[in-house]
């Protein structure tokens, strides 16, 4: 495997080009270290931290865990009591003497980012900002960071209130532009990798995905809702404030839609139900999936297992190398009409069909079975051996396409759901793809 090298990887001294976004209650030193080893770069999320006194420990703490460069995410929002920026920021400043904490992600503009900018750089930071908008990220670009997170209406927590997507965003940020920018919001896999360094981007930024990992220091219980979960599992909120978070669809959130549309714009009427400790809890005590309101992205559809950091970074860029050498690779050819190659009948590349009928009722009988399930399936993805697959819409059956027969045999020999008799009947039959 060859290492995918963008202007990210350069500038940062990192081996893959992604990186672990600022997260509440996620973005500590545990998680922080496991990413930077894996190659990747992570952020600790300033204000998760109750003082600078103890962001500047968390920061020692990931240096004792990893000698791998990492960051710092600063998010600048009005708030109802306001943090001491600045002595969040100096402590920033302070702890990048020893050159291991290189970047610095900012997001919002509180009584300005110019200031912030300013400071970082001149303390040898790679500045990333966090932007919803085109015109946002030019400003920024204006303000002398060094490189734009694009992030798109797919993203968790803010998404911004012009709700732009991400095919449109990174194409037009490629265009207008005139420093680099990762891909940001509702990325999970290599193939994504992939098209987001076609259409300009330097790499990815990843936030739910990496919740979804064994060294996230959240309870279990959130993780495996994040595989339970899927593209429709998050709701938005103080959309009537003009504040709009993506958050997880649970009783909390739909209760807070209930009181927001009778009280439009009064935070005061859900601020009980939004306080951060709520979040914190469910997070680091509870591991209620119901308390609090959580931020989530629908990128939760793309996850299927809870895998280690480095298993992630690893098949992320090993897919996205293996899409770039050989499904864009071998989509470009010269033809001639006087090539007798050319002419030749197209290739014919074997696949193999896993067909399950499911018991009745299956909705109800997976449930137990549902989570090993779907780790044989990610472990067969990983391996390269499942192409793709998933239940049909009335839930009768699932298809499953494979590499090899022998792929699908094995897969069948171990699924949980034959053992347990969710499938009641199966057949697996070559289907060739031209």
């Not at 098949?315 to 864009?328: S, T, Y």
Request: charged residues 25%; glycine residues 10%.
């Amino acid at each position: 495997k060859m290492p995918i090298s963008t202007k990210l990887t350069r500038a940062l001294g990192i081996t893959h080009p992604l990186i672990q976004g600022g997260m509440h209650y996620v973005g500590y030193a545990p998680l922080v270290a496991a990413v930077g080893n894996a190659g990747a770069i992570g952020c600790i999320t300033a204000l998760t931290q109750p003082s600078p006194e103890a962001l500047q420990k968390e920061i020692r703490a990931c240096k004792a865990l990893s000698t791998k460069p990492f960051g710092v995410n600063l998010t600048l929002l009005p708030m109802l009591q306001p943090p001491n920026y600045d002595a969040f920021a100096q402590v920033v400043e302070d702890e990048m003497a020893s050159g291991q904490l290189r970047m610095i992600e900012t997001a919002g503009h509180f009584k300005g980012l110019e200031p912030f900018v300013i400071r970082f750089k001149a303390a040898g930071a790679f500045v990333i900002h966090k932007c919803v908008t085109i015109r946002h990220a030019k400003s920024a670009e204006k303000v002398g960071v060094d490189m734009i997170s694009m992030d798109g209406f797919d993203c968790a927590g803010h998404p911004g209130e012009a709700d732009i997507g991400n095919w449109v965003l990174f194409a037009k940020a490629a265009r207008e532009l005139k420093i680099p920018f990762v891909a940001s919001g509702g990325c999970a896999d290599g193939k994504q990798l992939a098209a987001a360094i076609a259409m300009g981007a330097e790499g990815m930024n990843m936030g739910t995905r990496f919740m979804a990992t064994v060294e996230a220091p959240i309870h279990d219980n959130i993780k495996q809702a994040l595989v339970d979960g899927d593209e429709h599992s998050t709701t938005l909120l103080m959309r009537s404030m003009r504040n709009t978070e993506r958050v997880y669809k649970n009783q909390a959130a739909l209760k807070v839609l209930e009181i927001e549309k009778e009280h439009p714009g009064d935070f005061s009427k859900i601020g009980h139900i939004m306080k951060g400790d709520n979040y914190r809890r469910a997070f680091q005590e509870t591991g209620d999936v119901e308390e609090g309101v959580w931020s989530a992205g629908t990128v939760m559809g793309l996850i299927d297992s809870v895998v280690t950091c480095q298993e992630l970074c690893d098949n992320i860029v090993g897919e996205a190398e293996e899409v770039i050498k050989g499904r864009l690779a071998n989509s470009v050819a010269l033809v001639s009409d006087d090539d007798e190659a050319s002419k030749a009948p197209p290739k014919i590349t074997p696949h193999f069909l896993l067909q399950y009928t499911y018991t009745d009722n299956v909705l109800e009988k997976r449930v137990p079975h549902r989570p090993g399930h779907l780790k044989l399936a990610g472990e067969f993805k990983s391996a390269g051996k499942l192409v793709m697959g998933g239940a049909l819409g009335d839930l009768t059956g699932a298809t499953v396409i494979f590499r090899s027969k022998e792929d699908a045999d094995e897969f069948v020999s171990q699924d949980p759901y034959v053992k347990n008799g969710i499938v009641t009947d199966y057949v697996v039959k070559e289907w060739s793809v031209v």
